[in-house]
């Protein structure tokens, strides 16, 4: 079998989103064939393993099937927060190795802060995702600006992580071992902002800097977190499987998603196919 390709969903911050991104990411594979193992890195909060949950409750009492993901066993996630450093890298990577023996494709969900087990993920991936949200407070953890004039002034903590984790990854494995990082703004606002085209401006700079590509990102829709506790994406919404009433936002949602896998590098799976709005 061909090596897992890995994908890391990172950023320092709390709140931008990620494992929004990395559920629908997962379910966007699943639909199109990919056999996906997910790791949940946020011990506390757990967002993605508790998305999978309700999924397959939702299932069990709705009598469907939708295709999952394997979840190798990372333990009670409030105690392995609680355990020495030593203890959580030795779980992750009994959980990396389960992964990597079941899966084509395995997506680590990390959480928002500095963690000896976000950065022994990153160092690992073929590809980082960083949502950010349309804003300079979350583009602070990637550069820094002028507080005058808003020019760049140099990178900021988390790129100086993704630049350790890419050192460490050609270190281990030769220069040939690339890590494809890719940002996309996240929870954007419907109407276009003087403060985006700021901030669009300092982002284009900074991805020349250090290296990095820039993809669409998603709007704030509620349609994104409404199906969360059925544990459903715009994904799976189809004839048969409609919990909420479908309108033409679900549509326009799909369409911001297939966008994303593409830029990804990834398949669309059922994200190609078309989605009738209620009448």
């Known amino acids: ?19 929004t991104l ?3 990411i997962v379910t966007a594979l699943l639909h199109a064939g990919r056999r996906v193992a997910i790791i949940d890195l946020d011990l506390r909060q757990r967002s993605m ?50 992964a990597k023996a079941s899966a084509d494709v395995i997506l680590i969900d990390t959480p928002g802060g500095d963690t000896l087990l976000s950065r022994t993920a990153h160092g690992l991936a073929d590809q980082i995702v960083t949502p950010m949200n349309d ?4 583009f602070d953890l990637l550069g820094s600006v002028d507080p005058v004039t808003l020019d ?16 460490q990854r050609a270190i281990a494995q030769g ?5 494809d990082w890719i940002v996309v703004t996240n929870r954007l606002a419907v109407a276009a902002a003087r403060n985006r085209q700021r901030l669009e401006e300092r982002m284009e700079k900074l991805a020349r800097r250090v290296g990095f590509r820039m993809g669409p990102g ?3 829709r509620v349609i994104y977190r409404e199906l969360f506790p059925f544990g459903l994406t715009v994904a799976d919404l189809s004839n048969e499987i409609r919990p909420v009433s479908v309108s033409l936002a679900h549509v326009a949602a799909r369409q911001e998603m297939r966008s994303l896998m593409l830029a990804l590098g990834l398949e669309a799976g059922a994200l190609d196919a078309p989605l009738d709005a209620a009448a």
Do not use: C
């Open 1 to 19: 079998m061909a090596d897992s390709t890995v994908i890391v969903v990172g950023n320092e911050k709390g709140g931008a989103g990620k494992s």
């Open 22 to 24: 990395a559920i629908h």
């Open 49 to 98: 393993a508790k998305f999978f949950a309700n999924r397959a409750a939702w299932m069990a009492g709705n009598a469907q099937v939708l295709p999952m993901p394997v979840e190798p066993d990372m333990g009670d996630g409030k105690l392995l927060a609680r355990a020495t450093e030593a203890e959580q890298l030795a779980r992750f990577e009994t959980a990396f190795a389960e």
């Open 135 to 138: 804003s300079f407070v979350d």
């Open 152 to 167: 760049l002034l140099k990178p900021s903590i988390y790129s100086e992580s993704v630049w350790e984790a890419r050192k």
């Open 175 to 179: 220069r040939h071992a690339q890590i």
């Open 218 to 220: 998603l709007r704030d």
